[in-house]
Each structure stands twice: as C-alpha cells, then as structure tokens.
C-alpha cells in the first residue's frame, strides 16, 4: 500500500529525488514520513510532514540537505536529497499513521512501504 522508489547509486555531492504513493487504506493518512537503516543499524527518522503540508520536522542529519514534500491529490510523498554524502546509504522507507500525530518514533506509524535503496559513492 506504500511503495517508494527512485533510490539508486549516486556519487557524494550529487541528488535524488524519492516517491512513495499510498493506495487503500493509507491514501487517507496523516502524518507521512522517511525513515532510513543502513546496514548494522537501526532504523532511524529522517523526516516528516502533516496532512496538511503545514508542519515538517528533520533529522539534524538532513537538516539543510533534505525535502519532504506531499501531493494529496496524488496520495504520494516525496523526499529530495540534495548534498548526499556517503553516510546517508541506507534503505529509505516510507510510513504512513492514521493517528493525529507528529512523531519521529518507528512505533507511531502504522504502514510502511518496502524501502528503496540508496547508495552514495565517496
């Protein structure tokens, strides 16, 4: 019900642009966001966005870097990654809750996509 694309292999300075449609049950979410593991590590928050577009909040990591952007109309969000660098390879993930929440945490999101890979050469 969420399926992000657009990761590939990218080298360090360099950008890609992520989509994750929502279908079913998730085209009526609230609060979207990115996560990120790279291989070792935990899952970890990049970015978020309301329903609305109105609110955003970034991982101190992307701040700067990064984009989280929604289209209602087409159920998708986006995430822009500009100034990549090489510690930002990992599998991106896209999530979605119903809830009315603004939250970083993995808990709080109730569907998740299949996650893109991203690969950024030094």
């Known amino acids: 019900q969420l399926q992000a694309s657009g990761g590939g292999l990218v080298q360090a300075g360099g950008s890609l642009s992520l989509s994750c449609p929502a279908s079913g049950r998730t085209g009526s979410s609230n609060t979207m966001g990115w996560f990120r593991q790279a291989p070792g590590k935990e899952r970890e928050f990049v970015a978020y966005?309301?329903?609305?577009?109105?609110?955003?909040y970034y991982a101190d990591s992307v701040k700067g870097r990064f984009t989280i952007a929604r289209d209602n109309a087409k159920n998708t969000v986006y995430l822009q990654m500009n100034s990549l660098k090489p510690e930002d390879t990992a599998v991106y993930y896209c999530a979605a809750t119903q809830l009315f929440v603004l939250s970083t945490s993995v808990g709080s999101y109730d569907y998740w996509g299949q996650g893109t890979l991203v690969t950024v050469s030094s």
């Open positions: 966005i309301s329903r609305s577009g109105g609110s955003t």
